[in-house]
């Protein structure tokens, strides 16, 4: 069940920066998210990471004894789901599964995907499509896509799947809620030359062995043949969400007591 891993890699920095302050309108969203997440994932319990020592048995990696498990995947699709087009931020549509670029299962076993597309102009589209192991479903592979560009894979969660490499659902969870929020706050979040790329994080980038973070700066030329994911944010950043909320009729004042 194991497949190669990306090179995971972090912009270098030192103690004397200090940290980026989180911008608000993360937190926000995720208390939304969380807010339907109490709902949707009812029935998906959570589990804790079963190596915090990361010393698992050999015979792990050859096993999923339990894949329903990671059908917490799904309800958190659904809550994040639920969160963005109330806040009128997307249109979620469900299509037949696409070839994408880079993937790696064929659509047979995806086959089909949900295509967060932004109400905003400009803005990368999200696709998940639920992934299908031994006929029954099992995690999502993530996608973005673009006007210019068509779905490029962007990670599987779980990235094995084996029981060896399980680091507990809040990992898992965190995994997907910062691949949404990177999308949703816009820039390069995907760029390939041929079979080399480079993906963008809410909290760093991963790359292929010859994948350059120069190509996920916007303010450098891309280099020739490279093809860039590119968007604008899915809300007004500067303003946060509250732009963003549908607006609710006034509440009427109550009757005089007699």
């Not at 004397?16 to 302050?21: G, H, K, L």
């Not at 993360?26 to 190596?51: K, M, N, Q, R, Y």
């Not at 809410?202 to 190509?215: E, I, Q, Y």
Request: proline share 10%; hydrophobic share 35%.
């Amino acid at each position: 069940m194991k497949k190669p891993k990306a090179l995971i890699l972090r912009a270098p920095g030192s103690a004397e920066v200090a940290e980026p302050v989180r911008p608000a309108w993360i937190d926000e969203l995720l208390s939304s998210v969380e807010a339907a997440f109490a709902l949707t994932g009812a029935t998906t319990p959570g589990w804790p990471d079963p190596h915090p020592d990361r010393d698992p048995l050999e015979e792990e990696y050859s096993r999923c004894l339990d894949q329903g498990k990671y059908g917490i995947l799904q309800t958190r699709l659904d809550a994040w789901r639920q969160a963005l087009t109330a806040r009128g931020l997307v249109q979620v549509s469900e299509a037949s599964a696409t070839e994408w670029v880079g993937q790696v299962r064929p659509p047979q076993e995806r086959p089909s995907e949900l295509h967060f597309v932004p109400t905003a102009a400009g803005g990368l589209s999200l696709v998940a499509a639920t992934t299908i192991v031994d006929d029954a479903p099992f995690g999502l592979d993530l996608g973005v896509r673009s006007a210019d560009h068509p779905s490029a894979y962007l990670a599987s969660l779980p990235d094995c799947g084996c029981d060896a490499c399980d680091s507990g659902s809040a990992d898992l969870l965190g995994q997907l809620d910062r691949h949404l929020l990177s999308i949703a706050q816009g820039g390069v979040i995907h760029a390939r030359l041929g079979a080399e790329f480079v993906t963008r994080n809410l909290d760093g980038w991963s790359a292929s062995s010859k994948g350059k973070d120069s190509w996920l700066d916007p303010s450098r030329r891309a280099a020739k043949n490279v093809r860039r994911w590119s968007g604008t944010p899915w809300m007004d950043l500067t303003e946060g969400l509250r732009q963003a909320q549908p607006t609710c009729p006034p509440v009427p004042p109550a009757p005089p007591v007699p």
